[in-house]
């Protein structure tokens, strides 16, 4: 019988939520340019090694905890309608609460390593798009989508117009901007 464990010693699940926290409260702190793993390390209670033997860079590092982050705040809400979910989802989703320093952090660090792009787009934007479509999907079901609507291209618009004002900074994203992009994709899907 063979083991999947790897070597060494196994992970402490306090230490793994520590150096996750430490990492937020750093880049909210400094900045993604400015953060490094002696920081984190420092701030979580933990030696650097530590963090270095369960993540590579400081980059995978952040995108584990905006992933926990994403998956404890924003939730697929089913509240029946597509207007309701998409109101519900889009609000959370443009609410950033401060994460735009972690989401233009990760995006340029994927821009300058193509490893690193995959995991990001595999495991963080593909999982949001995926929450999106099964709002979508759902909403098929229910005849509130015409036919000869392309929800690939609705995900795209609506991931397109967080990250427009994510990266440009001109105009808000928050709650408010969330309410009436729904509200556009709800009139533009009848």
């Known amino acids: 019988m063979t083991s999947d464990r790897r070597p060494g010693r196994p992970r402490s699940e306090t230490a793994r939520r520590a150096i996750l926290s430490a990492a937020m409260d750093e880049l909210q702190q400094h900045g993604y340019a400015a953060l ?9 209670g933990v030696g650097k090694q530590t963090i270095y033997r369960w993540w590579p860079s400081k980059a995978d590092v952040v995108l584990d905890s905006l992933l926990d982050l994403a998956a404890e705040r924003i939730t697929v809400p089913d509240e029946g309608s597509l207007p309701a979910d998409l109101v519900a989802f889009l609000s959370e989703t443009f609410e950033q609460r401060g994460q735009r320093p972690v989401l233009i952090g990760l995006m340029a660090q994927a821009l300058l390593d193509p490893i ?35 929800p690939e291209l609705l995900i795209d618009v609506v991931y397109g117009v967080l990250w427009y004002r994510l990266l440009l900074d001109h105009a808000p994203l928050d709650a408010a901007a969330g309410r009436q992009l729904a509200s556009l994709v709800v009139r533009a899907v009848r």
């Open 36 to 44: 490094t793993m002696e920081a984190i390390a420092g701030r979580a």
């Open 116 to 150: 690193f792009a995959a995991a990001f787009r595999d495991r963080f934007l593909f999982g949001r798009r995926a929450a999106l479509r099964e709002i979508l999907d759902r909403a098929i079901t229910r005849g509130e989508i015409a036919p000869d609507v392309d």
